[in-house]
């Protein structure tokens, strides 16, 4: 999987509207939680995967290559830190996946991963987008 080719306005934008998709998703996962649809459930984690992992790599391979490239390494600690927590975000649904058939244990990790990425998004959308762009506007 490679970055996606877009300007960066383009891409931020990408971003953004993936962000959005992401939220319904997250509501669509609770829905089949308090159902219990597992199987549903499991196959919706598994098809996520890929479209995550665009994603990510998106965001690390070109916002905060376009970051570190404009503001170096000091000026890039807060892109860093919001970045990391990419590895959270998988490690909770790879445990959501271990447990997908635990009604409160899905529904903690469920609850989980919506806080974390709530947090991680307005970051983004925030702090690093904003950065990125101005990073990304030619000289």
């Given at each position: ?11 931020v ?56 490239e ?35 244990e ?18 983004e959308?925030?702090e ?12």
């Amino acid at each position: 999987m490679r970055p996606r080719d877009l300007e960066m306005n383009d891409l931020v934008n990408t971003l953004i509207k993936e962000h959005r998709e992401i939220r319904n998703l997250l509501k669509e996962l609770y829905s089949l939680i308090v159902e219990e649809r597992y199987a549903e459930l499991s196959q919706k984690l598994e098809n996520f995967q890929p479209y995550l992992d665009q994603h990510v790599i998106d965001e690390e391979a070109r916002i905060l290559k376009a970051i570190l490239e404009k503001y170096g390494r000091e000026g890039a600690e807060g892109a860093i830190r919001v970045f990391q927590e990419h590895r959270l975000i998988h490690e909770l649904i790879r445990e959501m996946k271990a447990v997908a058939s635990d009604k409160s244990e899905l529904a903690r990790k469920g609850e989980e991963l919506r806080a974390l990425l709530e947090r991680h998004f307005r970051a983004e959308e925030e702090e690093v987008f904003p950065k990125a762009l101005d990073a990304g506007k030619k000289k």
